[in-house]
């Protein structure tokens, strides 16, 4: 089975500053990783993929994520937090022998403060 | 050039009523997912369809079906409803099954209330 753990279900940051969402998976087999942001009344939107190749990948809107096998976390950041990115983010893992679902994690809201 | 849409935006309904929910995926998308995110949680698999076969379901009742039609549009149906059952009801499109290959495009969901 896989499962997903957003281990902060809110954060706050001032504009400017670093943003940090953590994400912990857990998975019998390789997995897939992505994070999603989701803003009101609007679609989930793609921000990154990892799927087995670098292990730091580049997302839209200057995000970026790591993954470590060795902690089996997949943590989102951003260095300077803007107001757009004021949403709801989630971390999302995908087993292509678990009939190819994604499996959401419970979501970070972020706050962003002038 | 039109991303996928969903309908109705809104729904109310009664406990044990049946609802139908619509989905028309942006052209070209053969593969649709359905899923359930109920308020403060993240979604949830229910569906997903590809070339009109299902390819994927969810720890979700038989209350729950779905059907994909040939011009690759795609309905949910849940029979007997239940209070629990009030969600914002995703769907997703991709060009093909393989969900961390093929990147999902979600539209903005039906919201539906069961009272």
């Known amino acids: 089975a896989q499962s997903v753990t957003q281990l902060d279900s809110h954060v706050s940051v001032s504009e400017g500053t670093p943003v940090l969402l953590r994400c912990n998976y857990s998975?019998?087999?390789?997995?897939?990783l992505f994070w999603y942001v989701q803003h009101p009344n609007k679609g989930l939107q793609l921000l990154l993929k990892?799927?087995?190749?670098?292990?730091l990948v580049k997302g839209i809107n200057g995000f970026e994520a790591e993954f470590k096998k060795s902690e089996t976390s997949f943590h989102l950041t951003k260095p300077s937090a803007h107001m757009s990115d004021a949403a709801e983010y989630f971390c999302?893992?995908?087993?292509?022998?678990?009939?190819?679902?994604?499996?959401f994690g419970g979501g970070t809201r972020v706050l962003v403060k002038p | 050039d039109a991303g996928v849409t969903q309908s109705p935006t809104h729904l109310i309904k009664t406990r044990g009523q049946h609802v139908t929910l619509r989905c028309s995926p942006i052209?070209?998308?053969?593969?649709v997912s359905w899923y359930q995110q109920v308020l403060g949680q993240g979604p949830q698999f229910i569906f997903q369809?590809?070339?009109?076969?299902?390819?994927g379901r969810g720890n979700f009742p038989d209350r729950f079906s779905a059907r994909q039609f040939p011009n690759y549009s795609s309905e949910l149906n849940v029979n007997a409803l239940l209070l629990g059952d009030s969600a914002l009801y995703l769907c997703?499109?991709?060009?093909?099954?393989?969900?961390?290959?093929?990147?999902?495009?979600f539209g903005p969901g039906t919201r539906l209330t069961v009272t």
């Open positions: 997703a499109s991709s060009l093909g099954a393989t969900q961390d290959i093929y990147e999902q495009y």
């Open positions: 998975s019998s087999y390789s997995p897939s």
């Open positions: 052209s070209g998308h053969k593969s």
């Open positions: 369809y590809y070339e009109k076969e299902e390819r």
């Open positions: 999302v893992v995908s087993v292509l022998t678990a009939g190819n679902k994604l499996t």
């Open positions: 990892y799927t087995s190749a670098a292990t």
